[in-house]
Every structure is written in structure tokens, then in C-alpha cells.
Nanobody, 124 residues
Framework: QVQLVESGGGLVQAGGSLRLSCARS????????MGWFRQAPGKEREFVAA????????DYADSVKDRFTISRENAKNTVYLQMNSLKPEDTAVYYC?????????????????WGQGTQVTVSS
């Protein structure tokens, strides 16, 4: 059974950095595109970043482009989200998700399995 476990969230001051990790159990991690989404209180879940199964293609929301970097390490079944120059508006619960072959995908409906989320809080 596939499970996703996020880690690395926490409290950070504006301008700081965090690196989120998402470990995916189950076989053939390298066969699946991965994505990060976030949901702030009172708001809908939104796309943050996505990466193809090989890692050769990535996609970012405009709000995080040039500040966040998604990467993956297939040998460790893990996808990362490096977040730099954090802003208070980045405060949210961050979720990783796994999709099928191909990608990267922006739409949440392309993802079949989701993690439990990790809280990121950016203070001003």
C-alpha cells in the first residue's frame, strides 16, 4: 500500500528557509510524478510545484517561482521542496501527492494519493 509521509515543516521568520521532504513507500517510486500543494486557513488547496517521474521536468506556481525548488531522489523514494525567501503568505499546510506516469501536473485531480500534510508557519 502506498503511503506518503511529509516532514520538515515548522515555524520560520520571513526571509528564512525550510526544506520539506516527502517519503513515498511502495515500489517503483521512479515511475510516478510527484507534486506539492498547500492549503491556508479558509482557502482552497492550491498547486505549489510538481516534478516528472525522472525529475527532468518541473513546474511551479507563479507565487513561488524563483523561491521554491522541487527535486527528487529516486534512490531514496523521496521528493523535496526547498523553500527560500519565505513570506507570511506562504503559511499553510503543505501536502505532497503522487500521480501516474508522465507529468508534471498542476491539477489536483491528477494525483491519486496524498500525504497527511505538514504545517509551515512564516512569521512577519
Amino acid at each position: 500500500q502506498v503511503q506518503l509521509v511529509e516532514s520538515g515543516g515548522g515555524l520560520v521568520q520571513a526571509g528564512g528557509s525550510l526544506r520539506l521532504s516527502c517519503a513515498r513507500s511502495g515500489p517503483t517510486f521512479s515511475s510516478y510524478a510527484m507534486g506539492w500543494f498547500r492549503q491556508a486557513p479558509g482557502k482552497e488547496r492550491e498547486f505549489v510545484a510538481a516534478i516528472s517521474r525522472s525529475g527532468g521536468s518541473t513546474d511551479y506556481a507563479d507565487s513561488v517561482k524563483d523561491r521554491f525548488t522541487i527535486s527528487r531522489e529516486n534512490a531514496k523514494n523521496t521528493v523535496y521542496l526547498q523553500m527560500n525567501s519565505l513570506k507570511p503568505e506562504d503559511t499553510a499546510v503543505y501536502y505532497c501527492a503522487t500521480s501516474g506516469a508522465g507529468g508534471p501536473y498542476r491539477r489536483a485531480t491528477a494525483y491519486s494519493k496524498w500525504g497527511q500534510g505538514t504545517q509551515v508557519t512564516v512569521s512577519s
